[in-house]
C-alpha cells in the first residue's frame, strides 16, 4: 500500500465558492442589500441549527422537506433532537415570536446564509445553497404582496436580468382549500388508475401536492382537476385582485398559473415564484408566498406574515449566462521589495498606504524565497494593480521609493522616484484623482456588464 494521504473531498452537494465567483456574489449581494434597503427592510440573523420540532411544525410533516430532506441529528452531548435549517422562514418566525418582535407594529426584514436540504444534486440543486430572503410580518393587505413582488423585480432589474417571469397565484384560506380538498379527492379517487404510486401516497395527505407533479402521464388529468381558484371567498379574492390591480398599475408583468401550489404548508392566499427557462430544469430562482396562520402556531398573538428567498446560487448562474464575468478584484499597490531592510520599510509603508484607504498587497515569501526582483515584478504585474511600489537597497539608502505606474499603455516609461515620506500622498493623488481609473476611485473593484 502506497503511504499517499487520500484526498478529501467537499461533501456531494455542497460546493466551495472560489475567489473566481466571489465578485459576482459579492456584486448580488451588494446590490440585493441595497435594494432591500432602499424599502426599509432590516437585517435579522439566525441560527443555522435550530430544533428539528420547529421546522415539522412550520413546514408540515408531509411535506418533501420534513419528510426525507432534513439534516437532523441528535445532539451528543445532551441527547437534544436538531435539524439544520432547510430554510430561512421557520427560523425567522420562531425569532419574531420569541423576541416579541411584532407586537410594537409590523417589521420588515431580511436575511442570508446558507440552507441545507438532503436532495438529489444536479445543476442549480444543491444539499447546501444559499439564500437570499425578505419577510415581512404584521402586514395583511396585499400592498406588501405587491411591495415584495416589486422588490424583486427592482432588482432583477439592476442587475441587468431580463429573462425572468413572475407565475403568481392564491391558494385561499385553510378552510377554502377544505372545499377545494374534498372535491379534489373525490376526483383523484374517480381517476385513481391514472395516479402514479406517488400521487396515490400523497392522495389523503397532501392532494394539492399532486397538481405539482412532473409525470407526462398525469398532465391532462391535473390540468382538468378542481382549481382552487374557483373555490375562493369574497375576502380571499378581493384579496387577490387587490394585488393584481397594485401589479397592472406598476406595470408589472405575470402569469397567474392555477397549479402554483409551493412545497411548503405554511402558505396561505398569495404565492408566487420567478421562474427562468435559461438555467435548465432548476429554473425557479425566487419563491414565497403568505403565511398568516403561521406566527399562531408558534404560540404569537394571530399576525399574518409573508416573504421569499431566492436561491443565489441560481441567480449567479444567470448573472453569468446574461452577462460579461465580472473581472477579478484588484487591488490598488502591490510592495515589491528586496533586502531585509526594505522589508521592514515595505511593511510600514503598505501600513500607511492602507490607513489612506487604499489597497495594499505586499508581496511575501514563499517556499521558493523571497523572490527576485524580476518575479516580483511579474507578480505585481499579475496583481492587477495600478501601481507597483518598489523598495530595493538604493531606496532605503536615499530615503526613496521608486512608483510605477501597470495599467497604461506607456506603463513602461511611468515610473518615479519619490521620497518615502511623500509616498501615500502621491499614491492617493495619482489614484484618487483618476490618474489611472476610468471609473474614479470608489473602491468598486467588481465590474459587471450585463
Ligand atoms: P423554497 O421554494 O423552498 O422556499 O426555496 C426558495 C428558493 O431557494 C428556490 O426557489 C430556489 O431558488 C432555492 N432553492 C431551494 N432549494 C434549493 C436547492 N436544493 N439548491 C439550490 N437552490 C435551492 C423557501 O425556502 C421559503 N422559505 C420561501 C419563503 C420565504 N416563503 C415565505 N418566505
Excluded at 61 to 74: L, N, P, Q
Aim: glycine share 8%; with cysteine.
Amino acid at each position: 500500500m502506497s503511504d499517499k494521504k487520500e484526498k478529501i473531498v467537499a461533501i456531494k452537494g455542497m460546493n466551495d465558492i472560489l475567489p473566481a465567483d466571489a465578485p459576482l456574489w459579492e456584486l448580488f449581494e451588494n446590490t440585493a442589500e441595497s435594494v432591500l434597503k432602499s424599502y426599509g427592510y432590516q437585517k435579522i440573523v439566525t441560527p443555522i441549527v435550530e430544533e428539528t420540532g420547529l421546522f415539522a411544525r412550520a413546514i408540515g410533516a408531509v411535506t418533501d422537506i420534513v419528510e426525507k430532506e432534513m439534516y437532523s441529528f441528535t445532539d451528543s452531548m445532551n441527547g437534544d433532537q436538531l435539524t439544520l435549517r432547510p430554510e430561512g422562514t421557520a427560523g425567522v418566525v420562531r425569532a419574531v415570536v420569541e423576541h416579541n418582535m411584532a407586537y410594537d407594529g409590523p417589521k420588515r426584514l431580511w436575511y442570508k446564509g446558507p440552507m441545507f436540504r438532503h436532495e438529489r444534486p444536479q445543476r442549480g440543486r444543491y444539499r447546501q445553497f444559499f439564500q437570499f430572503g425578505a419577510e415581512a410580518i404584521g402586514f395583511s393587505g396585499p400592498d406588501i404582496d405587491a411591495e415584495l413582488i416589486m422588490l424583486c423585480r427592482r432588482l432583477w432589474d439592476d442587475l441587468g436580468l431580463d429573462e425572468i417571469r413572475l407565475e403568481l397565484n392564491s391558494i385561499g384560506n385553510a378552510e377554502e382549500r377544505q372545499r377545494h380538498r374534498a372535491d379534489l379527492i373525490a376526483y383523484f379517487e374517480a381517476n385513481i388508475d391514472v395516479l402514479d404510486a406517488e400521487a396515490k401516497r400523497r392522495l389523503h395527505a397532501n392532494p394539492l401536492r399532486i397538481l405539482d407533479t412532473k409525470n407526462p402521464a398525469m398532465q391532462d388529468l391535473v390540468n382538468a382537476a378542481p382549481k382552487l381558484l374557483d373555490y375562493l371567498g369574497e375576502e380571499s379574492l378581493a384579496h387577490f385582485n387587490g394585488l393584481k390591480q397594485i401589479l397592472d398599475a406598476n406595470n408589472v408583468q405575470y402569469t397567474v398559473n392555477p397549479r402554483l401550489v409551493r412545497g411548503l404548508d405554511y402558505y396561505n392566499r398569495t404565492v408566487f415564484e420567478w421562474v427562468t427557462d435559461a438555467l435548465g430544469a432548476q429554473g425557479t430562482v425566487c419563491a414565497g408566498g403568505r403565511y398568516d396562520p403561521l406566527i399562531e402556531t408558534f404560540g404569537g398573538k394571530p399576525t399574518p406574515g409573508i416573504g421569499f428567498a431566492m436561491g443565489i446560487e441560481r441567480l449567479i448562474e444567470l448573472m453569468k449566462a446574461q452577462g460579461e464575468p465580472a473581472e477579478p478584484s484588484q487591488c490598488d499597490v502591490y510592495m515589491v521589495h528586496q533586502g531585509d531592510e526594505a522589508r521592514m520599510k515595505a511593511f510600514i509603508l503598505a501600513e500607511r498606504i492602507r490607513d489612506a484607504g487604499l489597497d495594499v498587497v505586499l508581496h511575501c515569501a514563499t517556499p521558493a524565497g523571497a523572490g527576485s526582483f524580476k518575479s516580483q515584478m511579474k507578480k505585481a504585474d499579475g496583481s492587477g494593480a495600478a501601481f507597483a511600489v518598489i523598495l530595493g537597497e538604493d531606496e532605503v539608502a536615499n530615503g526613496t521609493v521608486a512608483i510605477k505606474a501597470l495599467r497604461e499603455a506607456d506603463a513602461a516609461a511611468q515610473q518615479n522616484t519619490v521620497a518615502f515620506d511623500e509616498a501615500v500622498d502621491y499614491l492617493v493623488d495619482q489614484i484618487v484623482s483618476g490618474h489611472d481609473h476610468d471609473h474614479g476611485h470608489d473602491h468598486e473593484h467588481v465590474h459587471y456588464h450585463p
